[in-house]
């Protein structure tokens, strides 16, 4: 049973990666008519976007966000932003 739980949750996390990197294509691909630069927030959840130590951000999701806009010639900011559930209440 304990290799099963371990299944699904690795796909859990390999479905929540393709989501958020489809996000933010389909976010630079409709601000790049935009005369503003392109903002992108990441989800304050490690491995995903995290702080350092010395308070800078960092992360999985952080890096390849910037990469990207960085690829694609966008001027862009890119802050880590913690998870929360305003309806409940609740903070990751």
Not at 56 to 84: C, D, F, M, Q, W
């Amino acid at each position: 049973m304990r290799n099963a739980d371990k299944f699904q949750a690795g796909w859990g996390t390999i479905i929540f990666f393709i989501f958020i990197v489809a996000f933010v294509s389909s976010s630079i691909v409709s601000s790049v008519a935009a005369t503003e630069p392109l903002r992108m927030l990441t989800v304050e959840m490690a491995p995903f976007g995290f702080f350092t130590k010395d308070d800078k951000y960092t992360g999985l999701l952080y890096e390849i966000a910037n990469r990207i806009a960085i690829e694609t010639g966008l001027s862009h900011t890119n802050s880590v932003v913690p998870l929360t559930f305003p309806k409940y209440g609740l903070k990751y």
